[in-house]
């Protein structure tokens, strides 16, 4: 089994900043893509960042130039730097990993983490 465990969310106003955190446990041989979903009340779950274990990075377009995504190889760790925090992007965000538990099957599974509610107020 493998973990996905978020910190950081929280209650910020308009323009201000938070920084999301989510640590793979348990099972790992190899993690692959890493990402950032959110999902908004009454919204259907959407992309927001992911990187590649080399660093490659892509972003929603909303969100391009405000967040910032990166992670930590050595401890299965991604974070994502939330800035010039808009009301619109209030929602519950889910760290998301593609995981390989063992050498000795290939394929890579999907893991979600439990979510963390980040509310922007204007």
């Known amino acids: 089994q493998v973990q996905l465990v978020e910190s950081g969310g929280g209650l910020v106003q308009a323009g201000g900043s938070l920084r999301l955190s989510c640590a793979a446990s348990?099972?790992?041989?190899?993690?692959?893509?890493m990402g950032w979903y959110r999902q908004a009340p009454g919204k259907q779950r959407e992309l927001v960042a992911t990187?590649?274990?080399?660093?490659?990075?892509h972003y929603t377009e909303s969100v391009k130039g405000r967040f910032t995504i990166s992670r930590d190889n050595a401890k299965n760790t991604v974070f994502l730097q939330m800035n010039i925090l808009k009301p619109e992007d209030t929602a519950v965000y889910y760290c998301?990993?593609?995981?390989?538990?063992?050498?000795?099957?290939?394929?890579?599974?999907?893991?979600w983490g439990q979510g963390t509610q980040v509310t922007v107020s204007s």
């Open positions: 998301n990993a593609r995981v390989r538990i063992t050498l000795y099957r290939p394929a890579f599974d999907s893991w």
């Open positions: 348990g099972t790992i041989f190899s993690i692959d893509i």
């Open positions: 990187i590649t274990p080399g660093g490659s990075t």
